[in-house]
């Protein structure tokens, strides 16, 4: 099955630092979707995002679909920024599940 | 903006006790799933279902597991004989098509302890 690589697995930053996360998959994706999973176990889907670049408040995407890899960025972190960021696509071929990465566990410190 | 509704949040259960988890998919989603991750490790697929059958199930969902959608709103997954194994927080999904390209949308989760 398709392999997802996350980096870094955990991360501790200061509040206001700024930080980039990295999800390196294996074949071709036609859905990429980033997660935070909240201290209560929640996932909140924070991107939809396959290819291109998206903006949502402090929090951007970038998905570079022909280099297998996506990225998301945190500026100006806050300590509810605090939890586990997933990464979780589909590949192209099959099309019928999410395959998640391992996660990277943030925490921002005040 | 519309949700994926899970039931209970928390169940505590005796091992080899039979366990029905309850979620209410979004509306006009067609495909459905369920996930689970044990404590500390990352979010595993189970299964999915569509047209009212199994499309596609992991190795780790045997016998011991099974799903349906009973009426036209709920979609459980049952767990026949708990083992302490299955303690894990299970995640219901549904997406509009079965199209790998549109999001799918999570629930809230439900938290099973087997003592």
């Known amino acids: 099955g398709i392999q997802v690589e996350q980096s870094p697995p955990d991360l501790i930053l200061q509040e206001g630092a700024n930080s980039t996360l990295r999800c390196n998959f294996s074949?071709?994706?036609?859905?990429l979707q980033w997660f935070h999973q909240n201290p209560w176990g929640q996932l909140i889907n924070l991107f939809y995002i396959p290819s291109g670049t998206k903006q949502n408040g402090r929090l951007s995407a970038t998905t570079v679909a022909t280099e297998r890899y996506s990225l998301l960025y945190i500026s100006s972190s806050q300590t509810t920024d605090s939890g586990v960021y997933f990464c979780?696509?589909?590949?192209?071929?099959?099309?019928?599940?999410?395959?998640f990465g391992e996660g990277t566990q943030l925490t921002v410190n005040p | 903006e519309p949700e994926v509704t899970q039931t209970p949040s928390h169940q505590v259960t005796q091992m080899g006790q039979e366990v029905i988890l309850r979620c209410v998919p979004i509306s006009n989603h067609l495909y459905f799933y369920w996930y689970r991750q044990i404590l500390g490790q990352k979010v595993e697929f189970l299964v999915s279902f569509y047209n009212n059958e199994i499309s596609e199930k992991s190795e780790i969902f045997d016998d011991q597991f099974s799903v349906e959608r009973p009426d036209g709103s709920n979609f459980t997954l049952k767990i026949r004989s708990t083992k302490l194994e299955d303690s894990a927080m299970y995640f219901c999904?549904?997406?509009?098509?079965?199209?790998?390209?549109?999001?799918?949308?999570f629930g809230a989760g439900s938290r099973l302890t087997v003592l």
């Open positions: 979780a696509v589909d590949r192209e071929t099959s099309g019928s599940r999410l395959t």
């Open positions: 074949d071709s994706v036609n859905n």
């Open positions: 999904a549904s997406r509009v098509t079965p199209s790998g390209a549109n999001v799918l949308t």
